[in-house]
Each structure stands twice: as structure tokens, then as C-alpha cells.
């Protein structure tokens, strides 16, 4: 599973990818979350774009570039210093987008 966190220069989104990643070996799962700007987006680049909130303006511009799960970070998400919370929020958005069971079959080895 490959998550890219978005944010304005990539700087605050590196803080949320690492927790993110974190919490997600600590949960057995074989993701990968990297932090980039909003020119770091590549149709079929990643499974999940999570985006700063200081960039709400630009969610929609964001969902048009991609055909995967796009979505908003709460705006205390710097303050979800173990990426439990992040974690949850991905896991929901991936279990609810509609190919959720190929990409969770594929991204965590498990048959």
C-alpha cells in the first residue's frame, strides 16, 4: 500500500508519513507512506493521497488528479503523535473505497 501525505513543501507531511508508517509496521502491515507536495502526485503513484489541512482549498483540484481515495487530514493531525489516529483514518478510507479488498489482500502479503 503506498500512501503519499501532501502538504504545501513537503516539510509538515514528512512528520505525518513517518508516524503513519510507524503505526502501520507496528500493526503488521506492509505500508508505505511518504510525504510530498502537491506536484509529487502520479495517477496510479499511490493508493492514498491524504492532504494537509492548511490545503483544503485544494482537495478538489487534488481528487480530479487521481483515480484513488483523496482526503482531508483533521486539523490536529500534528498533534497524533504515535500515527494511531492517521492510521485509523487510512483504514477506513481504504476499506471504503470500492477495489479495498484487492489492494488489503495485496499490500498485507496475506492470502
Do not use: Y
Not at 53 to 75: F, G, N, Q, T, Y
Amino acid at each position: 500500500m503506498k500512501i503519499l501525505v501532501v502538504c504545501g513543501a513537503g516539510a509538515s507531511s514528512t512528520f505525518v508519513a513517518q508516524r503513519l508508517r510507524r503505526a502501520a509496521e507496528h500493526a503488521g502491515l506492509a505500508w508505505d507512506a511518504s510525504a510530498g507536495m502537491e506536484t509529487s502526485i502520479v495517477e496510479g503513484g499511490q493508493d492514498l493521497v491524504l492532504i494537509g489541512p492548511h490545503l483544503a482549498e485544494r482537495v478538489s483540484v487534488i481528487r480530479s488528479m487521481v483515480s484513488v481515495p483523496v482526503a482531508l487530514l483533521p486539523d490536529d493531525v500534528f498533534a497524533d503523535r504515535d500515527g494511531e489516529r492517521t492510521l485509523a483514518l487510512a483504514r477506513t478510507l481504504l476499506t471504503d473505497s470500492p477495489d479495498a479488498s484487492h489492494r488489503q489482500h495485496t499490500s498485507e502479503g496475506t492470502s
